[in-house]
């Protein structure tokens, strides 16, 4: 078995010391509850709603910049892997981008490929390589972020790939939803679960930010599409599972059907058009 976390924690915006902190706090409870995989949301090292591509650039780092060192040694302090969200800078070119770290260093680098709203015009570029699926002492982990999940073809490609466990750091912004319902981004990512058989989890963020507010949807989902974390919507929280990432290899849906093996490409062409 291995404990997942996913960290619903609230950046400060233009405070990375302050910020780190939170972090740190939030990766040491994870730790306390026995996480081997650690999550942490959408951008957490700068902060979401800037004003500008001046502000953005001057938040943004590379890389192998501060925050990646930083994580790092997290990651081989508690013996921990560690992903989450960063404004990577490339030369005069910022991506929306999460870091996967461990006792190693850095695993990968993933550049957010569908951008959402404002990042579109703020200054972010949007990333054209596939998400990555790396071998690890757990499993086969991949990673995307946010909107990524709302095309189920690109979350297809991971499970294609042989992902045990998709995490993705998000930052869902709060909209209206009918009384009694959970939040449509969480449905979706129950159903990016189950058509894939693979286990999701999803680390979102919380703290009202200029006047944003923020889902705190986070959710650990198993691969028959069930969440194994509750929500604790809107409000901090460092959410656990104990998974048997094995279990997302068997594709299996009854004794005939199988969600990789059933697939006929040839018959949707047009999906890619």
């Not at 930083?70 to 508690?78: G, I, K, S, Y």
């Amino acid at each position: 078995m291995t404990t997942v976390a996913v960290c619903q924690i609230a950046p400060v915006l233009g405070d990375k010391i302050a910020t780190r902190g939170r972090i740190h706090g939030a990766v040491r409870e994870a730790v306390a509850g026995g996480a081997s995989i650690i999550v942490l949301p959408e951008l957490i090292a700068p902060g979401y709603m800037f004003r500008d591509r001046d502000e953005l650039m001057a938040a943004a780092e590379p890389s192998d910049g501060p925050t990646a060192h930083d994580w790092c040694r997290l990651a081989t302090e508690h013996q921990v892997m560690i992903i989450g969200g960063m404004a990577e800078r490339a030369g005069d070119v910022v991506y929306n981008s999460a870091l996967m770290v461990d006792e190693a260093g850095v695993r990968a680098v993933y550049r957010k490929a569908h951008l959402w709203n404002h990042e579109k015009t703020v200054g972010f570029h949007a990333g054209s390589e596939q998400p990555p699926v790396i071998d690890t002492p757990f499993g086969r982990i991949g990673m995307m972020i946010c909107y990524d999940l709302e095309f189920p073809e690109w979350v297809r490609l991971v499970a294609l790939d042989g992902a045990d466990l998709l995490c993705a750091p998000a930052n869902w912004p709060q909209y209206p939803r009918p009384d009694g319902e959970r939040p449509g981004e969480v449905v979706r990512v129950q159903a990016d679960a189950a058509v894939n058989r693979m286990f999701v989890a999803v680390a979102d963020r919380t703290g009202l930010e200029r006047g944003q507010d923020w889902v705190g949807g986070s959710v650990i989902v198993d691969p028959d599409g069930y969440p194994v974390t509750r929500l604790a919507l809107g409000g901090p929280a460092v959410l656990t599972a104990d998974l048997d990432l094995s279990k997302a290899r068997n594709k299996s849906i009854s004794e005939e059907n199988d969600v990789l093996a059933d697939r006929r490409p040839t018959l949707y062409s047009r999906i890619a058009q």
